[in-house]
């Protein structure tokens, strides 16, 4: 590893620290716009995280060590998915290890510490909250599988950085299962980032919570990270759809000059995708929790339907 | 004069005339006059091919061979005397209020489109328009099965509607399957469905595409003749429509949609070799041979227990053909034309006996010898010839399936011996108190039209006893075709 | 390795793969009126799939058969089951005797079925659809499954209906298109039934006062 390949690195994991809650901030601006309501400062999370980390901790009596690591672990993962994931270049230094399998497996251990966290202070809400974020990450799990088996079988590789190259470069070829990959991969990442029409992140009614009731415990710095973690995860869920599904403009070396030019592009491109978001957002409704099982049972539906099209239609000429 | 142009235009015209006068009050005498007409065509037909052998008609879209030509004869006859009993015995219907004027004319114009369907359906060279005619045929019975409006005609109906649907639908991915096969041999000039040219290269189609396309093809031409696990509309069409067409449905579609599946059978044995389409043929039809045995036993409606019946006996027919060779072919032709025969009579019957009674349960119908002789002797004797009892002819066909059976096919004699038992025991425990029970209504004081149950059963009887030689000759060449 | 796949072929493959999409959303959709309306897309995407391989073979029957799967399954049959449905006055959500998840689990046993049956066929098939055989026979056991599991008669017939699309399907896939008479036959054929199944369902109302079939269930052998 080289000097400039780890700085190459340390540029890309400073760049996702920086721009996911820039990101956040962006959406939440365009649903304020949709919605004609006045949108709140596009640095609004920057301050939001600053307020945080200057105010106190307070932890519940029952808390063990678990509740107060927890948000440092999960922090961690976020951090490492966001170096894995191949969003300015395909070739960094941390690119050999990066197996989509592995990064699937790095947001299941985020998931897993956040949900025992909540469950740790014994509140109802908190077990609440723990039991619909497993049930939603179980059926979510199995399409992001799918998902990326299918651009697995595409590119002979379940490599990250193989994919992309390998999408990047072959000719502009209509792909239907990628279609359905797509449409698969954003229905999951509809219901892992706690979306509309998964979950309402804007809620404060508990009982329809996911996500939120997880971390109402939470407070002070721990509670900053948690957000972070959450923008985080919503920044590393974007960008690998992108190097999925829309991998130009991804530099393939780890010069400098290189990963620079590539930025402006990326940042087009998480524009765009968080203004679709944000319409999506607005124009579904939540849906009632015992409906989560069919919306990701028709994105698992969708992506194992992109696996089998690509099986039977695509490796035959 | 063209005999073939003429009974099919018999039929169509009547059927379009019907539609628009149907309601006067020569219509059923123009039903009567028209069938009359096909028929003597069809007799003509026939007469022409015994004299010179096969024939194609319009081109080659039409094909008439020794095959299909007693199988048209049979359908015109049979044809025939179904106009002549549902005239009065729809008129009686109307009367007491069963049916309306309209769904008269409904029925009238139906029934003579549905038997243009099957004209085409068995004398057409295309195996699509076949197919097309196939479907068309159960059309134009969907209506009539529903004919009576009950709560229990139209779940009929609509069961025969989806279900029949749903096979036909599988035997056009067959046929679909079948053009495929066929267009690499004989290329895409459109004569490669054509059963003619088809049967010229059967050797070379190739043999996975070929057994895919006869599996759907039987699975879906055998929906249609009532073969198990598919059979489950057929007692309900068959009991709840009018009875004309149980007689019908019974009698003669079921012919023509093992017709078809037997010129599929032709294809699939010279491309795949002999053993595969017969083994499933035989598998298919025992089955349905002793489910129908069995269920028979349960039967409650006298309709119902006789569809049955027709399924029993189209499962022993696909049996005797899955068998194959001369003598089993031949067994299989003659008990065609016995059953039919035997069945539209046992129908004829059954819709008199059940006019008179006003019900079809069998243990509230008692003593219609003492109603009528007529009507009492009529049911026996049919009864009597499809259970197949000597000297009626279905004995004489069931005789030679048997030990055609018992000679190449030992393991399924008992289970053929033990079906048809059941059956029997069945059919006649519960026909038996019908007949000769006691009951207090008063005898009928004028005679029904029961003319046409006698013409057929002394047919049977007759070709039970002595077959022509010109007939034996005829079906012999039809069983040396079936290979 | 993809190189050499024409724009034509992709563009059948698309079709084809967004047929079966259809055949799916119809497998989950609840209500009947976008039902019908997707039965329609069907017909509309099978028609500019036919169109994509007549430009790219010349086979001019093929043009037809476009013609008249546009004519008819697009909208002729959308129009017709809009009127029954507006004259029968029912606007009914569709229930389903198994639920949605498990139905759509089942469809994707029968995808994989459909397509393992298929795959001997498209390889002896040298048309420029082969690969769509496949996907052909998916979407007629798919309708299959529709057609068992809706208790409402709507349904049952759009399921009936949509495996007519699947055999189509089949037969351009596989040999570009049957004789035109036989088209033409079948064409007849679906049209009168349609027909037909209009006037049915008059009757049925009128009986039972509702179009659930469930009510069709007491004919048993007793």
Not at chain 1, 150 to 155: H, K, P, R, V
Not at chain 2, 170 to 184: H, S
């Amino acid at each position: 590893m080289n000097f400039s390949g780890l700085l190459a690195q340390l540029f890309a994991i400073a760049l996702a620290l920086a721009a996911a809650p820039l990101l956040t901030g962006w959406v939440n601006q365009c649903r304020a716009w949709l919605q004609s309501r006045s949108a709140p400062p596009l640095l609004q999370p920057y301050y939001m995280l600053h307020k945080l980390f200057n105010k106190d901790v307070v932890l519940a009596h029952g808390a063990s060590d678990l509740f107060r690591f927890a948000p440092f672990i999960v922090f961690g993962c976020m951090v490492l998915a966001c170096a894995i994931i191949p969003s300015l270049s395909t070739d960094l230094p941390f690119a050999p290890s990066a197996d989509t399998i592995a990064l699937v497996g790095v947001f299941g251990l985020a998931r897993i510490f956040i949900s025992l966290a909540a469950m740790d202070i014994g509140t109802s809400f908190g077990s609440l909250g723990s039991r619909r974020e497993m049930l939603v990450g179980f059926l979510a799990e199995p399409a992001l599988l799918m998902v990326i088996f299918t651009t697995a079988l595409i590119s002979q590789s379940t490599s990250v950085a193989t994919i992309v190259e390998t999408l990047a470069h072959r000719e502009f070829i209509i792909y239907p299962s990628l279609a359905f990959a797509g449409i698969a991969f954003t229905f999951v990442s509809l219901a892992e980032n706690a979306r509309v029409p998964v979950d309402n992140p804007a809620t404060h009614l508990e009982l329809t919570m996911i996500h939120e009731a997880m971390v109402l415990e939470y407070s002070g710095r721990h509670l900053a990270l948690i957000e972070w973690a959450a923008s985080l995860k919503l920044y590393a869920y974007s960008c690998l759809g992108l190097a999925l599904f829309f991998p130009w403009g991804i530099a393939a070396g780890d010069s400098f000059l290189g990963l620079l030019a590539a930025v402006p592009l990326l940042a087009f491109k998480l524009a765009v995708g968080g203004f679709l978001l944000a319409v999506i957002e607005t124009v579904n409704a939540k849906m009632r929790i015992f409906r989560a099982p069919e919306f990701l049972g028709t994105a698992f539906l969708l992506a194992v339907l992109g696996l089998l099209v690509r099986l039977l239609l695509e490796t035959r000429v | 004069m063209d005999f073939f142009i003429l009974m099919l235009t018999f039929p169509l015209v009547s059927g379009a005339l019907l539609t628009v006068f149907g309601e006067r009050a020569w219509a059923p005498n123009l039903n009567i006059i028209a069938s009359l007409g096909t028929f003597l065509c069809a007799a003509g037909l026939t007469a022409e091919i015994v004299a010179s052998g096969p024939r194609m008609v319009f081109g080659e879209e039409f094909f008439i061979d020794s095959l299909n030509v007693f199988l048209v004869t049979l359908t015109a006859f049979v044809g025939l005397t179904t106009s002549i009993f549902s005239g009065p015995y729809m008129k009686n219907e109307q009367e007491h209020g069963r049916l309306t004027k309209p769904r008269l004319r409904l029925y009238k114009s139906m029934y003579q489109l549905f038997m243009f369907t099957m004209l085409v359906a068995l004398t057409t060279n295309n195996l699509g328009i076949l197919w097309v005619a196939m479907e068309a045929a159960t059309l134009t019975t969907v209506l009539l099965v529903s004919l009576y409006r009950t709560p229990a005609s139209l779940e009929a109906a609509w069961k025969y509607f989806i279900l029949c649907g749903v096979g036909i639908a599988q035997a056009l991915f067959g046929t679909i399957l079948l053009y495929f096969a066929a267009e690499r041999v004989l290329g895409e000039t459109g004569n490669a469905l054509l059963w003619t040219h088809l049967v010229d290269v059967k050797g070379q189609l190739e043999p996975t595409i070929m057994s895919l396309s006869f599996i759907f093809l039987l699975v879906g031409y055998g929906t249609k003749v009532g073969l198990a696990p598919l059979h489950n509309w057929l007692p309900d069409a068959h009991a709840e429509g009018p009875t004309p067409i149980s007689a019908v449905l019974s009698g003669l579609l079921l012919n023509v949609a093992l017709y078809a599946i037997l010129r599929c059978k032709v294809l699939a044995d010279g491309a795949i070799g002999p053993g595969f389409a017969g083994n499933l043929m035989m598998g298919f039809g025992l089955f349905t041979l002793v489910v129908a045995a069995f269920f028979l036993s349960r039967q409650k409606d006298v309709k119902r227990m006789f569809a049955y019946s027709s399924i029993e006996h189209m499962g022993l027919i696909t049996f005797a053909f899955g068998m194959g060779g001369a003598v089993a072919n031949f067994a299989g032709l003659l008990h065609m034309t016995m059953h039919s025969l035997t069945k539209s009579a046992i129908f004829f019957a059954v819709g008199h006996a059940t006019q008179k009674t006003g019900t079809q349960v069998m243990e509230n119908i008692r003593g219609l010898m003492k109603i009528n002789p007529l009507i009492g002797w009529g049911l026996m004797l049919g009864t009597l010839a499809i259970l197949g009892m000597p000297p009626f002819g279905v004995f004489a066909s069931e005789f030679m399936i048997l030990t055609h059976a018992m000679k190449h096919h030992a393991w399924a004699t008992p289970v053929l011996l033990l079906a048809l038992g059941v059956a029997f025991a069945a059919i006649f425990g519960k026909v038996q108190p019908m007949v000769f029970g006691e009951t207090e209504a008063k005898p009928l004081p004028h005679a029904p039209a029961i003319t046409p149950v006698f013409l057929h059963l002394s047919l049977v009887l007759m070709l039970g006893l002595y077959i022509p030689p010109y007939l034996t000759r005829w079906f012999h060449e039809a069983a040396r075709m079936l290979g | 390795m993809n190189a050499a796949i024409p724009l034509t072929a992709q563009l059948i493959n698309l079709f084809a793969a967004v047929i079966l999409l259809l055949a799916f959303a119809m497998l989950a959709q609840r209500r009947v009126l976008p039902l019908i309306n997707l039965f329609a897309l069907q017909g509309l995407t099978l028609a500019a799939s036919t169109i994509v391989a007549a430009v790219s073979t010349g086979q001019h029957h093929l043009y037809w058969s476009a013609g008249l799967t546009l004519l008819l399954k697009a909208a002729l049959l959308p129009w017709i089951l809009h009127r029954l449905v507006r004259r029968l006055h029912v606007k009914w959500e569709v229930e389903s005797l198994i639920n949605v998840p498990t139905t759509m689990l089942v469809g994707i046993g029968l995808v994989i079925i459909a397509f393992n049956v298929a795959l001997p066929i498209s390889q002896l098939s040298d048309t420029i659809t082969r690969g769509t055989l496949g996907i052909a026979l998916a979407v007629v056991m798919l309708a299959f499954l529709m057609m068992i599991t809706r208790t409402k008669a709507i349904p049952q017939v759009v399921g009936f209906l949509a495996m007519e699309n699947g055999l189509f399907l089949a037969a351009t896939s596989a040999t570009y298109g049957m004789p035109m008479v036989v088209e033409l036959g079948i064409a007849l054929d679906v049209l009168v039934g349609a027909i037909i199944l209009g006037v049915f369902f008059f009757q049925i109302r009128d009986q039972f006062d509702s179009l659930d079939i469930r009510h069709m269930e007491r004919l048993k052998d007793n």
